[in-house]
């Protein structure tokens, strides 16, 4: 089994929807991270999270919010999507104890808004 | 300057050359730096951490230069399947919370052709 997964996989929605991306992990890392990949942008950070009660806007984070629900479970929300959001959508995981302090990722979420 | 910059290719490379990336970052209080791989529309994968004295994992050669700020990937006797997107990576190096993110390089195309 997968050590990071990512639910959905593949997501088609309409403008001004609500729409939850969920990530789970079993590598037992405390910190998780939400990017978004676009052609020609590369990955960008969205929001990232240290633990539980942590949570930190990254780079891009306007439009988005996410819940740490657990140390295994992070979710990025879009309150109300728009088309400039499709795009690749990746979580990732990393070890606070384990230099130097590489990151894991996910399958992938690709969400299309339309 | 970006912060994470390389030469976004593609590279179309036969079976059996040596071919060399290379790449540039403008934080000089970076403290890691690695190489991921991306195939198509897939997730990031680490590839290779890379270290001041330089490293070698097989038939590929990381090296970092922390004066120029330069680092760079050397893969000797590609392989078809080493076509992929190749991510330079670097920890931004800030302080507090921050130093764990990481900044991604959009990446350089490889195609290895038979």
């Known amino acids: 089994d997968a050590d990071v997964t990512q639910t959905p996989r593949n997501r088609i929605t309409k403008t001004g929807k609500r729409i939850m991306l969920e990530c789970s992990q079993t590598?037992?890392?405390?910190?998780m991270y939400w990017y978004r990949q676009d052609p020609g942008l590369g990955l960008r950070l969205i929001y990232y999270?240290?633990?539980?009660?942590?949570?930190n806007k990254g780079e891009i984070s306007d439009g988005y919010s996410v819940s740490r629900q657990a140390q295994a479970k992070f979710s990025l929300s879009l309150e109300s999507a728009i088309p400039n959001q499709t795009a690749l959508y990746f979580c990732?995981?990393?070890?606070?104890?384990?230099?130097?302090?590489?990151?894991?990722f996910g399958p992938g979420t690709r969400l299309t808004v339309l | 300057r970006k912060e994470v910059e390389q030469d976004p290719g593609p590279f179309n490379v036969p079976e059996g050359a040596t071919v060399a990336f290379n790449c540039t970052y403008s934080n000089s209080a970076s403290q890691s730096f690695f190489w991921y791989r991306q195939d198509c529309r897939k997730e990031p994968k680490l590839l290779m951490s890379?270290?001041?004295s330089g490293n070698e994992d097989g038939r590929f050669t990381a090296q970092l230069n922390r004066a120029s700020q330069y680092i760079s990937l050397l893969i000797r006797d590609s392989k078809l399947s080493d076509s992929a997107t190749y991510l330079c990576?670097?920890?931004?190096?800030?302080?507090?919370?921050?130093?764990?993110?990481?900044?991604f390089g959009k990446g350089t195309k490889l195609s290895v052709i038979p």
């Open positions: 990576v670097v920890n931004s190096g800030h302080s507090g919370a921050g130093s764990y993110q990481l900044t």
């Open positions: 999270s240290f633990d539980v009660k942590d949570i």
């Open positions: 890379v270290y001041s």
């Open positions: 590598k037992g890392h405390d910190r």
């Open positions: 990732a995981t990393s070890d606070r104890d384990r230099g130097p302090y590489e990151q894991f």
